[in-house]
């Protein structure tokens, strides 16, 4: 039985004379720039060639996706908050495209806490500022008398990093353990008809039914994962402009 | 000898690790409860009136996610003491 959970891997590292790591780029981080390039790719070839009156499939689902993202701000948010929505939009994609990449055989970034921390303190510090703008300094300070206003202020951002990690890496440590599960049980199917296991190893249990938890733990979940982190980050940026 | 003793208390250490996890994850219920209730109502609701079935689903969602919290928040603690053994480094 071997259940490797491992962390994301170190891909690019520099070090010094005594061998210690002065800087590192970690395996999520990689990934993130393929997904970039990605959505980058979508759009050039979805926006090549736009007309006023659109003639392919491209374009319109360019404008479809538009739409979506400014549909899903207008009624979150309000016609006022309309600068928001390609934020909102590279957000949802970036989050999307990163936690479904799982299926082509890569690490999730979001399965790494530091990229769903950075996600969570780009919108703590959208809230702030929509908070300061909207009401002043002082005002904001003032609520900050009360030590529960901070502990509330702070859990915001710490609740949404651990819910999109903890969903994504628990969905992935799942699928480890049931891959080392359907890798023991082959195994002994294996020795309970008489196939030495060293020399002819083929897992026959782990074809077809770990794709039933992948639906639901990849798609399902990434899925709603990402929909839940934009839609929070609309409401509390919402919530802090009133 | 030291060594013995050494892998004695590793042994404790780790099976204690186990045993929290274990505990830890009993934070899975509440939000289990939880999410079941919310549903149970958001079906109530579209049974009640099929037309608003759009606008209730993304909000049961949102709600899910945000009862689910406290139950990612065992499961983070219960991650962390299988797979990162913070209490291994106090044995020296």
New interface residues.
């Given amino acids: 039985m071997n259940i490797d959970v491992q962390g994301p891997r170190r891909m690019i590292q520099l070090l010094d004379a005594e061998g210690n790591i002065r800087f590192a780029i970690s395996e999520s981080v990689v990934t993130g720039w393929l997904v970039i390039l990605a959505v980058l790719a979508v759009c050039l070839i979805l926006t090549h060639n736009m007309q006023k009156v659109p003639a392919g499939k491209k374009q319109c689902a360019a404008e479809y996706i538009v739409n979506f993202c400014n549909k899903m701000v207008r009624s979150n948010m309000g016609e006022d908050c309309m600068n928001y929505a390609p934020y909102i939009g590279a957000l949802f994609s970036y989050i999307l495209l990163g936690t479904l990449i799982s299926m082509l055989g890569f690490r999730s970034i979001t399965a790494d806490i530091s990229v769903t921390g950075t996600l969570a303190a780009v919108t703590f510090v959208l809230i702030t500022y929509n908070k300061i703008h909207a009401h002043g300094i002082g005002a904001y300070l003032k609520t900050m008398i009360n030590p529960l206003n901070i502990i509330s202020e702070v859990a915001t951002p710490v609740a949404m990093a651990l819910r999109l990690f903890g969903n994504v890496a628990g969905g992935m440590i799942i699928t480890i353990i049931l891959y080392a599960a359907l890798g023991s049980a082959s195994g002994a199917l294996y020795n309970l008809i008489g196939i030495h296991a060293e020399t002819y190893y083929f897992n026959i249990f782990q074809i077809g039914i770990p794709a039933v938890l992948s639906v639901y733990f990849d798609l399902f979940s990434g899925t709603i994962q990402s929909y839940v982190f934009i839609m929070l980050t609309m409401i509390y940026i919402q919530m802090g402009r009133e | 000898m030291e060594n013995e003793a050494l892998l004695q208390a590793q042994s404790i250490v780790l099976a204690g690790q186990a045993i929290g996890a274990g505990l830890a994850m009993i934070a899975g219920i509440g939000p289990g409860i939880g999410e079941g209730y919310a549903v149970g109502k958001t079906i109530e609701t579209i049974g009640r009136q099929p037309e608003i079935k759009g606008e209730v689903t ?1 909000t049961m ?2 709600g899910c ?2 009862a ?2 406290t139950g ?2 065992g ?2 603690v219960a ?1 962390m003491l299988l ?1 990162a053994n913070p209490f291994l480094k106090y044995l020296g």
């Fill in positions: 993304p969602f949102v996610a945000v689910e919290t990612i928040y499961l983070f991650i797979f």
